[in-house]
């Protein structure tokens, strides 16, 4: 692995754009520790203890690499991106319009990507107004943190990290379409790996050393376990019938669809987690005290066993959600059909159709099952142990893991096209 590093670094075209990519990262390092005007400092410090933010931030922090906690000007991070390409995802499926920009290849991908910048602009606007007022009100961090803060001051600060979102934004595409990997994975990836010293320090600092090797050997063998799940997948065969065009022939060959044990990747953690929080802001909307103590103890308690169950019981339908709408087995199907291929033993059209609904709906279940212990695992370890930092579990270790492969599988193949072995080789 060393001399794939090694020779990856020889080859000019590759170093630049490693380079590059390290570039980006570091001006996104530097802009997740400046602070938003406004921001009193010191009183941030003692409200975060120069740990952790307070529960409302949730996992926002995680996503910004612990900008949020210090009100940085990416405090927002890449959050309102993701969050505007999943509703453009959806809404592609209900949208005719959309549909059809996405079946008119690269010119209608250009048109949804720029739909999701302008829906990342609004989302960080509002994202950003309501974090000022919580950081105003003393409700994000416990305290105060923009005391005397007027009405410019406000203006400011949500024009700052609303303009601090779309950088970060841009910063992401340069390393697409200049570095290695998918830019906006690179950036997330980093903002999760820059929180593994402190989180790690504070396990050490409330359960002692055993635990930070205890947590330290449970990282790697649900590393293993979680590159096991994700790199499993279904190869369906599918052989293509030979047609004669003049004095030439098409087809004639077999391939294969994949479909993946985890076909809807880390959306359905994202899901529950944002259902989670509705309970409490309804039982706070309603003024019962009544209902807010209830939620308080079941549903915003992650320690509360009926908060795991939820969680767990949420994940699971999302999974089998996310999975109906991003894979069409009817067009699938039709598209197979259309062009001559057939699942050998399966007759085509609405029999293939029906076959591929009864793969993914049984592959789906071990996935989502595997999805939801992954991601209740920090709860259940907060449950058991009061390990409120654990660094490799839920989200976290999914996106590192889908990261780390993607890059990996990208510097491989340019690496094997200049006759080096790669990474894994």
Do not use: C, H
């Amino acid at each position: 692995m060393l001399r794939a590093f090694v020779n990856a670094f020889k080859i000019p075209d590759l170093r630049r754009k490693l380079l590059f990519t390290l570039g980006i990262i570091a001006i996104y390092r530097i802009g997740s520790w400046i602070p938003i005007p406004g921001v009193d400092l010191n009183i941030l410090r003692e409200a975060t203890g120069g740990q952790q933010a307070g529960a409302i931030v949730g996992i926002i922090n995680v996503f910004s690499g612990g900008a949020l906690q210090q009100m940085a000007i990416f405090a927002l991070g890449i959050m309102p991106y993701i969050t505007a390409s999943i509703i453009m995802q959806l809404l592609a499926v209900v949208i005719p319009k959309l549909e059809e920009l996405k079946r008119e290849g690269e010119q209608g991908r250009r048109k949804i990507t720029q739909y999701t910048r302008y829906a990342t602009v609004g989302l960080a606007l509002l994202q950003a107004t309501g974090l000022v007022t919580l950081a105003r009100n003393g409700v994000a961090f416990d305290a105060i943190v923009m005391p005397g803060a007027g009405t410019g001051t406000v203006i400011v600060a949500v024009l700052t990290l609303t303009a601090g979102t779309t950088l970060v934004m841009w910063l992401g595409e340069l390393i697409t379409a200049r570095g290695v990997g998918n830019g906006m994975s690179i950036l997330i990836y980093i903002s999760i790996v820059s929180q593994f010293p402190s989180q790690l320090f504070i396990v050490r600092t409330t359960n002692g050393w055993p635990w930070v090797v205890g947590v330290l050997v449970m990282g790697v063998v649900l590393t293993v376990a979680v590159v096991f799940m994700e790199m499993g997948q279904r190869r369906i065969p599918v052989q293509y019938a030979r047609r004669q065009v003049g004095r030439r022939s098409y087809g004639g060959q077999s391939t294969y669809i994949p479909l993946k044990v985890n076909q809807s990747g880390v959306i359905p953690v994202i899901f529950a987690s944002s259902l989670m929080y509705l309970p409490g802001l309804a039982a706070q909307l309603s003024g019962s005290q009544a209902l807010i103590d209830w939620t308080n103890r079941y549903l915003s308690d992650a320690t509360s066993w009926v908060f795991i169950l939820v969680f767990a019981v949420l994940t699971i339908f999302f999974a089998y959600f996310y999975s109906a709408i991003t894979f069409n087995p009817v067009e699938v199907a039709d598209n197979m059909q259309r062009y001559g291929g057939f699942i050998p033993g399966i007759r085509p059209g609405r029999q293939t159709a029906e076959y591929l609904d009864k793969v993914l709906t049984r592959i789906t279940l071990p996935g989502s099952l595997y999805l939801a212990a992954v991601a209740i695992l920090p709860f259940i370890l907060l449950a058991v142990g009061n390990i409120g930092a654990f660094p490799l579990g839920g989200v976290s270790l999914l996106i590192m893991v889908g990261v780390a492969l993607q890059t990996n599988q990208q510097i491989e193949s340019q690496l094997m096209q200049r006759n080096y072995e790669g990474f894994l080789r």
